[in-house]
């Protein structure tokens, strides 16, 4: 079992920046593949961007390519999301999820497929 804990969320101006942490307990000697996802009110959750165990490999949303950086360190069990230039539009609870996979290079694109979830945080972008 693995256990995910975010923190960081808050209200933010428009332009203006956020980390968000993933914290990971339980059975972190596995390796997982970790992902942020989003959920706006009235919209269905929607994932934002994605990392492979090793971190060498990432995906993100077009609609936050440029602006957001997800990264971790293995060492601290954690996991970020760094989040510039936000917009109203960004607002939503944010979701940490991590998938159990063998490949250390692995990242997952759908939702479906990730074992465990945060209770998620809140950001709010103010305009």
């Known amino acids: 079992q693995v256990q995910l804990v975010e923190s960081g969320g808050t209200l933010v101006q428009a332009g203006g920046s956020l980390r968000l942490s993933c914290a990971v307990s339980g059975r972190t000697s596995s390796s997982h593949a970790m992902g942020w996802f989003r959920q706006a009110p009235g919209k269905e959750r929607e994932l934002v961007s994605v990392?492979?165990?090793?971190?060498?490999?990432?995906y993100s949303a077009d609609s936050v390519k440029g602006r957001f950086t997800i990264s971790r360190d293995n060492a601290k069990n954690t996991f970020y999301l760094q989040m510039n230039n936000l917009k109203p539009e960004d607002t939503a609870v944010y979701f940490c999820a991590a998938r159990a996979t063998q490949n250390t290079r692995t990242i997952e694109l759908d939702l479906n497929d990730y074992d465990y979830w945060g209770q998620g945080t809140q950001v709010t972008v103010s305009s």
């Open positions: 990392i492979s165990w090793s971190g060498a490999d990432t």
